[in-house]
């Protein structure tokens, strides 16, 4: 079945450190691959999607390439501020034809920016 | 600016009590989703609907929980009895299925103790 697995936190960095958190999936069709994040007391929100190889999403800073080859989806931002404090999850989709309408999560990494 | 919207937003009961908790979709959105967040187990999908009808409940225990969709605004998650190991965050999230990806929009959640 489909899988994601991201590393494991907690990430801690300084304000204007350049984050990497590593994300890489197993699934048998074409899915689509996203970033959540979750911030404190708060639901998860989407952060940022692609939906076919060699894609880039971006979205307030951060970008994700989905490489097929490598089975990734790493997500970056070259300069982390205090307030990308949060819990990134990882998560793919829709990998097993129309039918298939779940989305499965990584654990989550809690990333901490200080000052 | 649409969203998912879920109450209560806090519930504390005793052990034994039913609970109920409620979400309303984005209006015009065909999927409907409950998840289960805990520190131990992470996030957990427990049932999801499309066009209201159940899909998969594979993720509830099926003697305590139980999930409907009386109507296309309304979601309901009821727990009968209650447990203390029910306590965790309960999310909605709901989409509208492409034929390209499967975004999720998710609700603040219901923060549930259970005494």
């Known amino acids: 079945g489909d899988s994601v697995t991201q590393m494991e936190g907690p990430v801690t960095l300084s304000e204007e450190a350049f984050l990497t958190i590593n994300c890489t999936y197993t699934?048998?069709?074409?899915?689509?691959l996203f970033w959540y994040v979750q911030y404190p007391g708060e639901g998860l929100q989407l952060l940022l999607k692609a939906t076919k190889a060699d894609d880039k999403g971006s979205n307030k800073g951060f970008e994700a390439t989905y490489r097929k080859e490598t089975t990734s989806f790493h997500l970056e931002k070259g300069s982390v501020q205090v307030s990308d404090s949060a819990v990134y999850f990882c998560?793919?989709?829709?990998?097993?034809?129309?039918?298939?309408?779940?989305?499965?999560f990584g654990k989550g990494t809690l990333l901490t920016v200080n000052p | 600016d649409a969203r998912v919207t879920q109450t209560p937003r806090h519930k504390v009961t005793e052990m034994g009590q039913e609970v109920t908790m409620r979400c309303q979709p984005i209006l015009g959105h065909n999927t409907v989703f409950w998840y289960r967040q805990t520190m131990m187990q992470g996030l957990e999908l427990l049932a999801y609907?499309?066009?209201?009808?159940?899909?998969?409940d594979s993720g509830m225990p099926k003697d305590r929980f139980s999930a409907e969709m009386p109507d296309a605004t309304l979601a309901t998650l009821k727990i009968q009895p209650s447990e203390p190991r029910d306590s965790a965050v309960y999310f909605c999230a709901s989409g509208l299925v492409l034929s390209s990806y499967n975004e999720q929009f998710f609700g603040p959640g219901t923060r549930l103790t259970v005494l």
């Open positions: 699934a048998t069709g074409y899915p689509s």
């Open positions: 609907f499309r066009n209201r009808a159940p899909l998969d």
């Open positions: 998560a793919l989709g829709g990998s097993s034809g129309g039918s298939n309408y779940k989305l499965t």
